[in-house]
Nanobody, 121 residues
Framework: QVQLVESGGGLVQAGESLDLTCGVS????????AGWYRQPPGKQRELVAT???????NYADSVKGRFTISRDNAENTVYLQMKSLKPEDTAVYYC???????????????WGQGTQVTVSS
């Protein structure tokens, strides 16, 4: 059974950085794509960044140039480096394993508990 554990969230001021980590167990991690989602307060969950099994990345326009997704297959871990954070980045952040069909990412794993990121102005 796949388990994902996100960590690294916290409270920061606008302009600062945070690094999120997602540990994955119970799956053949290296053959899966992975993605980070976020859910701002009172809003729907949105896809922030993805990385395929070969390391190709893609980002939502709102975070492009500020966020970097990466993976360490030896450690079964996905990372999200976040720089120049803005108050609108405030959300619970979740990671998933998934599959690409064409260019569209579909999560296919259970969701972790998420990690809260709060950016004050």
């Amino acid at each position: 059974q796949v388990q994902l554990v996100e960590s690294g969230g916290g409270l920061v001021q606008a302009g600062e950085s945070l690094d999120l980590t997602c540990g994955v167990s119970g799956s053949i991690f290296a053959s899966n794509a992975a993605g980070w989602y976020r859910q701002p307060p009172g809003k729907q969950r949105e896809l922030v960044a993805t990385i395929n099994a070969l390391g190709r990345t893609n980002y939502a326009d709102s975070v492009k140039g500020r966020f970097t997704i990466s993976r360490d297959n030896a450690e079964n871990t996905v990372y999200l480096q976040m720089k120049s954070l803005k108050p609108e980045d405030t959300a619970v952040y979740y990671c998933t394993l998934g599959t690409f069909i064409g260019t569209k990412y579909y999560p296919n794993s259970r969701w972790g508990q998420g990690t809260q990121v709060t950016v004050s102005s």
